[in-house]
């Protein structure tokens, strides 16, 4: 199960400052994983990495992507770029094969004009709908895809999906598609996929013991918003974990260049910076909110919104718990924050964009006031979640 992370700011930051130099940076994740669902290999994402960034506009919208099958850890030309390149978005994953060869063609992120596009996680009984899948898409999508991931083909079932939507994916609009285009796309990719699954013969799940909940956790932008999701086809398990994290300044502790004891700084209400990560790239746990299972994370001029992802494994029950067995099968404990008694603050709403949504203004409005965690307590502290994780979402009206 690869890990991913997120980078937007209203301010460049040098690559360096989050693939390489925290504490638990994504390069650290990829030799030591704390929150893997799948354990099989060990703790390692070893089977190649990759970096997307946006550039100044005069080079065009596209992004840059630099990937490789080397393992970030061993990658020296990874340091030699992170420590002189500068981007106000940036996507960066390490990878842990589950479907797709070693080749630096199933490598994320992937992009498409100025689309870009990662995944966590693996579509449920993939080899049974990846046909019914290609058939859904336009020629020129399916023509796109160069690797053999799930992932590359859920990002052009998006971008098939953006397209019928009566948006060009290659139209590279000045100021994106806008965060309610690309979240419906997204939505409607979701719903997509669990059509499909939905459609595999029962006799075909019994007889070989198909798993058909997928897990997506997706990260797309267009240069300008950025949508994510949390997300599991199932109304009982938790999905692979997914935080966030923002305030006014990412820095370390010190003015000394050696220090990677990094932590997100909050200076006032606002928001500059907002991190999404697979794993929070501190054991600061007090900086990180646990986005809930079965949710969107949308970022937009540096606000956070997070919307509930209503289908049929959405639970209207606030308090309703989640089941950690899924997450156990696969070898680790739930990724949920412990709720310590005492510790929990209400969550800081306005009223968002719609009545289906509240807006987290500054991003940190749900936080628990959790102490400082040490590495080994980290690994620790990951139960169940509270129903206050969940009041940040808002019931539909």
């Given at each position: ?30 030799f030591?994983?704390?929150l ?37 850890w ?72 160069k ?56 006799s075909?799940?019994?007889n ?30 938790e ?34 910076i ?6 929070p ?36 029950d ?59 307590l ?20």
């Amino acid at each position: 199960m690869c890990r991913f992370l997120v980078y937007k700011g209203s301010d460049e930051i040098l690559l360096s400052k989050l693939i390489l130099d925290p504490t638990h940076s994504i390069l650290k994740q990829s030799f030591d994983s704390r929150l893997r669902l799948d354990t099989r290999r060990g703790q390692n994402n070893a089977d190649g990495f990759g970096i997307g960034f946006y550039t100044d506009l005069k080079l065009g919208p596209a992004p840059c992507l630099f990937t490789s099958t080397i393992p970030a850890w061993n990658c020296t030309n990874l340091q030699r770029i992170a420590s002189k390149t500068a981007s106000r978005l940036i996507f960066g994953h390490v990878r842990a094969t589950t479907e797709g060869t070693l080749s630096e063609d199933n490598c994320h992120p992937f992009a498409h004009g100025s689309l870009m596009w990662m995944h966590n996680g693996g579509l449920g009984g993939w080899k049974y709908i990846k046909r019914r899948l290609a058939e859904r898409l336009a020629d020129r999508w399916y023509l796109g895809v160069k690797g053999g991931t799930d992932s590359e083909w859920a990002f052009a079932l998006f971008l098939n999906t953006l397209e019928q939507l009566g948006h060009n994916p290659s139209s590279c609009p000045e100021t994106g598609f806008g965060p309610t285009v690309l979240r419906k796309a997204m939505e409607q990719t979701i719903a997509q996929i669990n059509e499909m699954t939905d459609a595999i013969p029962e006799s075909i799940i019994q007889n070989e013991d198909v798993d058909t909940r997928s897990l997506l956790n997706f990260a797309v932008t267009d240069g300008h918003s950025v949508i994510c999701t949390r997300y599991i086809s199932s109304s009982k398990d938790e999905a692979a974990s997914l935080y966030y994290s923002s305030g006014t300044q990412w820095a370390t502790r010190t003015s000394s260049p050696d220090d990677r004891q990094y932590q997100m700084e909050r200076r006032d209400k606002g928001a500059d910076i907002v991190l999404v990560a697979s794993e929070p790239l501190t054991f600061e746990r007090e900086n990180w909110v646990n986005v809930p299972t079965n949710s969107m994370l949308t970022i937009h001029r540096q606000t956070v919104m997070m919307h509930p992802i209503i289908d049929k494994y959405y639970e209207r029950d606030p308090y309703h718990v989640r089941s950690s067995a899924f997450v156990q099968a696969k070898g680790l404990v739930t990724n949920e924050k412990a709720a310590l008694s005492g510790s929990l603050s209400p969550a800081t709403e306005t009223r968002g964009e719609s009545e289906d949504s509240r807006k987290i203004v500054g991003g940190v409005g749900g936080m628990h006031a959790l102490r400082s965690l040490s590495p080994d307590l980290a690994r620790r502290s990951l139960t169940p979640a509270s129903a206050q994780d969940r009041r940040i979402i808002a019931e539909p009206a």
